[in-house]
């Protein structure tokens, strides 16, 4: 297990988005009123453009707006699912259904900001493995070979496939 604190975020985009689109744009003065750890993800995030279309949505800084007295930052696509910080522990992380009594998520904050990152890179990314039947000792040189992506056979778009070059 990988401990998030080893996590470098713009190493980590880097490697999967590639280099960043922009030198970033700089936060609104209501920003101020999120935690650190938050202010960063969106200062980081304005980065990579790829960040903004996964199936979570998180809650630009000017549109944070309390629910059950925690502030929600981010929805899940259908918006039934949310995730707030504390008021008063900024670092305490909740989720749940909105309008109702949220449940703390064991992860800080900024724990939680790193997973919910990788998370949503690999489900963006645009080549995927799945290795639920590879056996262990497969999985260095599988993780090292190039994807290409290749038309389905229906011809309907485009599959990501795992090919050696």
Same mark, same amino acid.
């Given at each position: 297990?990988?401990? =998030? ?16 689109? @922009? ?15 938050? #202010? ?12 903004? +279309? ?13 629910? #059950? ?14 995730? &707030? $910080?504390?008021?008063?522990? +900024?670092?305490?992380? $909740?989720?749940?259904? =909105? ?12 724990? $939680? ?14 080549? &995927? ?5 590879? =056996?262990?000792?497969?999985?260095? @040189? ?7 992506? @290749?038309? @389905? ?13």
């Amino acid at each position: 297990m990988i401990n =998030p604190s080893d996590i470098d975020l713009v190493e980590f985009l880097t490697h999967w988005h590639g280099a960043p689109q @922009s030198v970033g744009r700089p936060l609104p003065a209501e920003a101020l009123r999120i935690p650190r750890p938050l #202010q960063e993800w969106h200062e980081l995030a304005s980065r990579w453009t790829k960040l903004k +279309r996964g199936g979570n949505r998180m809650i630009e800084p000017s549109e944070i707006q309390a629910d #059950q007295g925690k502030f929600v930052f981010m929805k899940d696509a259908t918006g039934d699912w949310i995730w &707030a $910080f504390g008021v008063h522990d +900024r670092d305490a992380v $909740f989720e749940g259904i =909105p309008g109702e009594n949220l449940d703390h998520v064991p992860e800080p904050l900024p724990e $939680f900001l790193k997973h919910v990152t990788a998370t949503e890179t690999l489900m963006t990314a645009d080549c &995927a493995r799945l290795g639920d039947q590879v =056996p262990d000792e497969a999985f260095p @040189s599988i993780l090292t070979l190039p994807c290409r992506r @290749s038309v @389905s056979a229906a011809g309907s778009g485009r599959t990501p496939v795992i090919a050696p070059s």
